[in-house]
């Protein structure tokens, strides 16, 4: 039986949920979506980019990740919102319920986009009537609007909902690719990006058609196994599962931009220790454990440099986390200032306790009972219920350069937007 895949995609997800939020829950009296306007970061925490954009800004030439400075210069009216990723998540946890009514087969691709395996569970209904009921519902019960593709496979689907938006249903039979996919830019297929759209187009290939029309060896030859993969795409090949559930994690990271550039090794180190909080967390909730802890540092000539390190034995204990951090950070920074930190971890493990060493000289089951039990206290009392002295902020402290105790991630002013404070358009 020949598949049936739906791809549903929130249109401008974030201002979407903002704009009906304001308008539905707080009273507001003007539709984000109507006017130029845009979620954007936090410009005096250097986290001053465009996040989503209404159609109307998008006339402005208005772009997401822009920052938010030059998208004022080429829309000086634009009405700007601060993020709110709590109501995110919930908008996108009920979009989910809905789509559980049509299919068990579900994969939450992103915050804003899911892909649904229809094909045993059309009940011989038109599929293309289906995803309009999806897309009506959506509207009705939520506020806000999809589109959705209608596809045999997950590629065609998600290059159907990036058709004409917003609010709309479009096809891409394997018989419409000709006339619906290959007249369009080459940069519209997934997984080209800037790099190899330069490549593709000194090779003569400017249409998602002529791509699909290259030699093979042409492509290999100049783009690797990538130039494969693209192929694949342009002549919409594409056999991969619906996957319920989603892959184990190769790595946990997380980084973060400073509020401004850090000069000295004491502070940029109560970064990593809040930023080591936060992945060992992540590690503990899942189970799991790492071998190799890095670090990256991005300067505030934007060079970005890295450093990794093995450990003797796989870990979710934050300060060996930390401590490995630290030692990759002594060995890579130069004194340049310091715009941004990460840290990154690989060699995924389950959880399976750990073996004692013969020179062990710290209890390594105590710590970790004591951070599983402040992982236990953050869960029911809130995430600053518990947090190390070195982060508490004396009374005299900028604000700007109050370091979080648990960072990078969603940074504390993106987690939760106070709207009192707001004024409701």
Same mark, same amino acid.
């Given at each position: 039986?020949?598949?049936?895949?739906?791809?549903?995609?929130?249109?401008?997800?974030?201002?979407?949920?903002?704009?009906?939020?304001?308008?539905?829950?707080?009273?507001?009296?003007?539709?984000?979506?109507?006017?130029?306007?845009?979620?954007?970061?936090?410009?005096?925490?250097?986290?001053?980019?465009?996040?989503?954009?209404?159609?109307?800004?998008?006339?402005?030439?208005?772009?997401?990740?822009?920052?938010?400075?030059?998208?004022?210069?080429?829309?000086?009216?634009?009405?700007?919102?601060?993020?709110?990723?709590?109501?995110?998540?919930?908008?996108? #946890?009920?979009?989910?319920?809905?789509?559980?009514?049509?299919? $068990?087969?579900?994969?939450?691709?992103?915050?804003?986009?899911?892909?649904?395996?229809?094909?045993?569970?059309?009940?011989? &209904?038109?599929?293309?009537?289906?995803?309009?009921?999806?897309?009506?519902?959506?509207?009705? #019960?939520?506020?806000?609007?999809?589109?959705?593709?209608?596809?045999?496979?997950?590629?065609?689907?998600?290059?159907?909902?990036?058709?004409?938006?917003?609010?709309?249903?479009?096809?891409? =039979?394997?018989?419409?690719?000709?006339?619906?996919? =290959?007249?369009?830019?080459?940069?519209?297929?997934?997984?080209?990006?800037?790099?190899?759209?330069?490549?593709?187009?000194?090779?003569?290939?400017?249409?998602?058609?002529?791509?699909?029309?290259?030699?093979?060896?042409?492509?290999?030859?100049?783009?690797?196994?990538?130039?494969?993969?693209?192929?694949?795409?342009?002549?919409? =090949?594409?056999?991969?599962?619906?996957?319920?559930?989603?892959?184990?994690?190769?790595?946990?990271?997380?980084?973060?931009?400073?509020?401004?550039?850090?000069?000295?090794?004491?502070?940029?180190?109560?970064?990593?220790?809040?930023?080591?909080?936060?992945?060992?967390?992540?590690?503990?909730?899942?189970?799991?454990?790492?071998?190799?802890?890095?670090?990256?540092?991005?300067?505030?000539?934007?060079?970005?440099?890295?450093?990794?390190? &093995?450990?003797?034995?796989?870990?979710?204990?934050?300060? #060996?986390?930390?401590?490995?951090?630290?030692?990759?950070?002594?060995?890579?920074?130069?004194?340049?200032?310091? &715009?941004?930190?990460?840290?990154?971890?690989?060699?995924?493990?389950?959880?399976?306790?750990?073996?004692?060493?013969?020179?062990?000289?710290?209890?390594?089951?105590?710590?970790? &009972?004591?951070?599983?039990?402040?992982?236990?206290?953050?869960?029911?009392?809130?995430?600053?219920?518990?947090?190390?002295?070195?982060?508490?902020?004396?009374? #005299?402290?900028?604000?700007?350069?109050?370091?979080?105790?648990?960072?990078?991630?969603?940074?504390?002013?993106?987690?939760?937007? $106070?709207?009192?404070?707001?004024?409701?358009?």
């Amino acid at each position: 039986m020949d598949r049936v895949i739906f791809h549903v995609d929130v249109n401008s997800a974030f201002l979407s949920w903002e704009a009906v939020y304001r308008l539905y829950h707080l009273g507001g009296t003007v539709d984000l979506r109507g006017i130029p306007s845009a979620v954007g970061g936090d410009q005096e925490r250097r986290h001053g980019i465009i996040l989503a954009k209404s159609i109307p800004a998008k006339a402005y030439h208005v772009q997401t990740g822009e920052p938010i400075v030059d998208a004022k210069r080429k829309c000086p009216d634009l009405v700007l919102v601060p993020p709110n990723y709590n109501l995110y998540r919930k908008s996108s #946890e009920a979009m989910a319920k809905i789509l559980q009514r049509y299919t $068990d087969r579900i994969e939450r691709f992103s915050i804003d986009e899911a892909f649904l395996d229809m094909t045993h569970y059309l009940g011989g &209904r038109d599929p293309v009537d289906t995803a309009h009921e999806i897309r009506q519902t959506v509207s009705r #019960e939520l506020g806000f609007t999809v589109n959705v593709g209608v596809a045999e496979n997950k590629l065609l689907a998600k290059m159907a909902s990036d058709f004409r938006k917003p609010d709309r249903v479009h096809t891409l =039979w394997r018989e419409e690719i000709p006339s619906k996919m =290959w007249p369009l830019p080459v940069r519209d297929l997934y997984f080209v990006g800037p790099a190899s759209e330069r490549k593709l187009t000194a090779l003569g290939i400017h249409t998602i058609g002529d791509l699909a029309a290259a030699p093979p060896k042409i492509l290999r030859g100049h783009l690797k196994s990538h130039g494969c993969l693209l192929y694949q795409y342009a002549n919409g =090949w594409d056999d991969s599962e619906v996957q319920t559930e989603p892959p184990p994690n190769k790595g946990y990271g997380n980084s973060l931009t400073t509020p401004r550039d850090v000069a000295d090794a004491e502070t940029a180190k109560l970064y990593l220790l809040s930023l080591a909080e936060t992945v060992s967390a992540r590690l503990r909730a899942n189970d799991a454990k790492i071998s190799v802890v890095a670090v990256s540092i991005r300067d505030h000539n934007l060079k970005f440099t890295n450093r990794q390190m &093995r450990l003797e034995a796989p870990t979710d204990l934050t300060t #060996e986390i930390y401590q490995a951090a630290c030692r990759c950070f002594d060995e890579l920074w130069d004194h340049t200032p310091i &715009r941004h930190l990460g840290i990154h971890t690989s060699r995924v493990a389950a959880d399976e306790g750990r073996q004692l060493g013969m020179f062990d000289t710290v209890d390594y089951e105590k710590q970790r &009972r004591a951070e599983a039990a402040v992982d236990a206290l953050r869960h029911k009392y809130g995430t600053d219920c518990v947090k190390r002295a070195c982060f508490l902020k004396s009374p #005299e402290e900028d604000d700007a350069m109050f370091i979080d105790h648990m960072g990078g991630g969603i940074s504390r002013e993106k987690r939760s937007v $106070d709207y009192s404070k707001e004024t409701v358009l």
